[in-house]
């Protein structure tokens, strides 16, 4: 069973920029599409990005396209998100996920809080 651990997290100001981490425990890590997703208390749970096995097809949500970056080490076994230019409304926890397909995740971090102050 993979486990997944995210880090990076935390308090910055708008316009700034936050790099996470997710750490796999898998040596099949390579084989997992990964994504990264998001919630606010409340709220539905809001897709981020996703990367695909070899890290050559990436995805992203509407809100964050052209200013958070997803990518992968399979060496590592880590997946990356890289937040530049965050505003308030990015505050949420963020998660990552594991799974066979895009809309098929099947193992979920524990997730990491990233506060947005204006």
């Known amino acids: 069973q993979v486990q997944l651990v995210e880090s990076g997290g935390g308090l910055v100001q708008a316009g700034g920029s936050l790099r996470l981490s997710c750490a796999a425990s898998?040596?099949?890590?390579?084989?997992?599409?990964m994504g990264w997703f998001r919630q606010v208390p409340g709220k539905e749970r809001e897709f981020v990005a996703a990367?695909?096995?070899?890290?050559?097809?990436?995805y992203y949500g509407n809100s964050v396209k052209g200013r958070f970056t997803i990518s992968r080490d399979n060496a590592k076994n880590t997946v990356y998100l890289q937040m530049n230019s965050l505003k308030p409304e990015d505050t949420a926890v963020y998660y990552c996920?594991?799974?066979?397909?895009?809309?098929?995740?099947?193992?979920w971090g524990q997730g990491t809080q990233v506060t947005v102050s204006s």
């Open positions: 898998a040596r099949t890590f390579s084989r997992f599409v």
């Open positions: 996920a594991a799974g066979s397909g895009l809309a098929s995740y099947d193992v």
């Open positions: 990367i695909r096995y070899s890290g050559g097809s990436t």
